[in-house]
């Protein structure tokens, strides 16, 4: 029986700190028939020569080099160039178990699946444990039909994430990244993947690790382009109105409360317009109409909510005046008991 091969693609902007120990996980993994294309997007630190180290030492490693485009456009080079019968994504900052495509590859075949799902944990620079994003260790679902796009908008199990998945090609076929978009890319990839695949399999072991970087794009300073994010959930969440009716009030939490995370950059001076900022008033009070009386919407929801209706600014100031953020997670924790 011929092994099955497995795409991994490594989209690389300026990550000389962390490329190596990424590069190195995926050399090291348990299941040895892969390819990995790294997808060099215009580095002008020494990432590049890192990444030819790799592709010298090892055949299965490719290096392909663009003009910096961002990662929607480094991916689908990879797509358009990878070979494999099974496709993972991985990023340049992150680093993986040595056995997380054997893992996945073996939930795929023992489930008959088009995508297979492991659980990630965040950590610090220092790789200091930060949070998992699935606190019920060995929790594990077969998702079937459309399944999926009732859970996306939770951001939870099913999400927005790229990297701790594998995917069957023919689940991917001949989709694409939208490269004008550069925030939430993935979210909107994934969801019209999970709107063609009939079986997911989730089970959650810890293969992936996020590291939550100071220099990466979710801790960057606020700009127009964190709004795009919000802009995504917009566009999606107006497909379900359209075509999956039957979870418009589980994508509406989720749109709902993305919106109210988002006054955070909304009322910073010089990103959105007065007209702008009507236009996402009048999106949250769609989504209260839609969703006020499901229980699927939680106590920390329902205080921004609270603090919306008293004044929208109010939740400027609790995202963003310092005291608060600092006891923000302490609210969470808290609220949500």
Same mark, same amino acid.
């Given at each position: 029986?011929?092994?099955?091969?497995i795409?991994i693609?490594?989209?690389?902007y300026?990550? &000389?700190?962390?490329?190596?120990?990424?590069? &190195?996980? !995926?050399?090291?993994?348990?299941?040895?028939?892969i390819?990995? $294309?790294?997808?060099?997007?215009g580095?002008?630190?020494?990432?590049?020569?890192i990444i030819?180290?790799?592709?010298?030492?090892d055949?299965?490693?490719?290096?392909?080099?663009?003009?910096?485009? /961002?990662?929607s456009?480094?991916?689908n080079?990879?797509?358009d160039n +990878?070979k494999?019968?099974?496709? /993972?994504?991985?990023?340049?900052?992150?680093?993986?178990?040595?056995?997380?495509?054997?893992?996945?590859? #073996?939930?795929?075949?023992?489930n008959?699946?088009d995508?297979?799902? +492991?659980g990630?944990?965040?950590l610090?620079?220092?790789?200091?444990?930060i949070r998992?994003?699935?606190?019920?260790?060995?929790?594990?679902?077969?998702?079937?039909?459309?399944?999926?796009?009732?859970?996306?908008?939770?951001?939870? #199990?099913?999400?927005?994430?790229?990297?701790?998945?594998?995917?069957?090609?023919s689940?991917?076929?001949?989709?694409?990244?939208?490269?004008?978009?550069?925030? +939430?890319?993935?979210?909107?990839?994934?969801?019209?993947?999970y709107?063609?695949?009939? #079986?997911?399999?989730?089970?959650?072991?810890?293969k992936?690790?996020?590291?939550e970087?100071?220099?990466?794009?979710m801790?960057?300073?606020?700009?127009?382009?964190?709004?795009e994010?919000?802009?995504?959930?917009?566009?999606?969440f107006?497909?379900?109105?359209?075509?999956?009716?039957?979870?418009?009030?589980?994508?509406?939490? /989720?749109?709902?409360?993305?919106?109210?995370s988002?006054y955070?950059?909304?009322? %910073?001076?010089?990103i959105?317009?007065?007209?702008?900022?009507?236009m996402?008033?009048?999106e949250?009070?769609k989504c209260? #109409? !839609?969703c006020?009386?499901?229980?699927?919407?939680?106590?920390?929801?329902k205080?921004?909510?609270?603090?919306y209706?008293?004044?929208p600014? $109010?939740?400027?100031?609790?995202?963003?005046?310092?005291? $608060?953020?600092?006891?923000?997670?302490l %609210?969470?924790?808290?609220?949500?008991?």
């Open positions: 029986m011929i092994e099955p091969l795409s693609i490594v989209p690389v300026n990550r &000389e700190k962390t490329i190596r120990y990424c590069l &190195e996980s !995926i050399r090291n993994q348990s299941f040895k028939n390819e990995v $294309l790294v997808i060099d997007d580095s002008i630190d020494s990432s590049s020569k030819n180290e790799f592709c010298q030492k055949n299965r490693f490719s290096c392909y080099y663009c003009e910096n485009s /961002g990662p456009h480094a991916r080079i990879g797509l +990878c494999g019968n099974y496709i /993972g994504f991985v990023d340049s900052d992150d680093y993986i178990s040595t056995d997380m495509y054997e893992f996945l590859l #073996r939930n795929i075949i023992e008959n699946a995508l297979s799902i +492991c990630y944990s965040f610090d620079e220092n790789k200091q444990f998992n994003n699935d606190d019920e260790e060995g929790f594990s679902h077969l998702y079937l039909n459309d399944e999926c796009l009732k859970y996306l908008f939770e951001n939870k #199990r099913i999400n927005g994430s790229l990297v701790n998945k594998l995917f069957k090609k689940s991917i076929g001949s989709l694409r990244f939208n490269e004008s978009i550069s925030r +939430c890319e993935d979210f909107l990839f994934l969801y019209d993947v709107k063609n695949t009939r #079986r997911v399999i989730y089970i959650n072991e810890i992936y690790y996020v590291i970087s100071k220099n990466s794009l801790r960057s300073t606020p700009s127009r382009k964190d709004v994010q919000i802009e995504v959930f917009k566009r999606v107006d497909l379900y109105e359209k075509e999956h009716s039957v979870y418009l009030i589980d994508a509406a939490c /989720g749109y709902l409360d993305a919106i109210l988002g955070k950059y909304f009322l %910073i001076p010089n959105l317009s007065k007209k702008e900022i009507s996402w008033n009048n949250i009070d209260l #109409r !839609i006020h009386h499901s229980k699927k919407l939680s106590q920390f929801t205080l921004k909510i609270l603090l209706k008293i004044n600014k $109010l939740l400027y100031y609790f995202y963003n005046f310092a005291p $608060l953020k600092k006891y923000k997670i %609210i969470k924790k808290l609220i949500n008991r």
